[in-house]
């Protein structure tokens, strides 16, 4: 997707979802064998205010191992430690009064070659976020990440949506803003699900979540469309979908 300039509006987005991709490679760069999911997400909360936000749009959404395939919420609890070999998302949504980032990875944690689901499961998202256009409605996206999924011997762990609308800070969401904003993306009309027939347009987020049965991953990016223009947000090209600065 090409660079157009952008208004000011996603501008700010943009910029929130770089400083929340830098926040993650942080995160990520401070992760030890041992931790727990609630850990994770407690050195999440140490790291906000180093990169510049002040509040979250939502708290921290960490997993470790076969809990990555629960697509929807779930509260971060023991569980099972990081170890080596281990799979671990970690979705962070940072934000201030005016914008927010959303951006998730999943990690093999102490290295080694990743495995097929992990490597599909970014290569959905890049995928995804290639495929969006004004021509597509915000079913054709599930439905898209859905046959990735398939064709590469694979499940969508996602049985509701594949991600939802970016909303800015206007209208019923302005109060209580950016926490309001994600209250809303539960609503049927915000979410990308198989059955929403509107052709996309604005800011979105996906987040497939891709499962061989054992293990899941999943990868979170954010998009924007309006008539001809087309970009990732926090991105300069499809190629860093799913990747963290190093």
């Known amino acids: 997707m090409a660079r157009p300039e952008l208004p000011p509006v ?4 943009d910029d929130a979802q770089r400083r929340a991709i830098a926040m993650l490679a942080d995160v ?90 992990l490597r599909e499961a970014r290569e959905c998202a890049r995928a995804c976020c290639g495929y969006a256009s004004r021509w597509k409605t ?35 969401v302005a109060r209580g803003f950016p926490k309001s904003a994600h209250l809303a993306t539960f609503l049927p009309r915000n979410r990308l699900h198989r059955l929403h027939p509107i052709r996309m347009d604005g800011m979105f987020a996906v987040r497939p979540v891709l499962s061989d049965g054992t293990r899941a991953a999943a990868f979170e990016e954010m998009f924007y469309i309006h008539e001809d223009t087309r970009c990732l947000l926090g991105r300069d090209s499809l190629a860093e979908v799913g990747t963290l600065p190093v």
């Not at 996603?10 to 987005?13: L, Q, T, V």
């Not at 281990?86 to 495995?115: C, M, N």
């Not at 762990?157 to 800015?168: I, K, P, T």
């Open 138 to 172: 915000c079913g054709e996206i599930f439905v898209f990440a859905q046959a990735w999924a398939v064709n590469n011997r694979l499940s969508l762990a996602n049985e509701n949506a594949v991600g939802h609308r970016v909303l800015g800070r206007e209208g019923l």
């Open 28 to 117: 990520v760069a401070r992760l030890e064998a041992g931790m727990f999911a609630r850990d994770i997400v407690e050195l999440a909360e140490t790291r906000l205010g180093e990169h510049g936000f002040t509040t979250w749009f939502h708290p921290p959404e960490v997993a470790v191992g076969e809990a990555i395939a629960k697509a929807g919420l779930h509260l971060p609890s023991r569980g099972k430690a990081l170890g080596v070999g281990e799979l671990v998302s970690i979705d962070l949504g940072p934000g201030t009064a005016e914008a927010y980032g959303d951006i998730g990875v999943t990690r093999l944690f102490g290295g080694g070659e990743e495995p097929h689901v």
């Open 10 to 13: 996603i501008a700010a987005f």
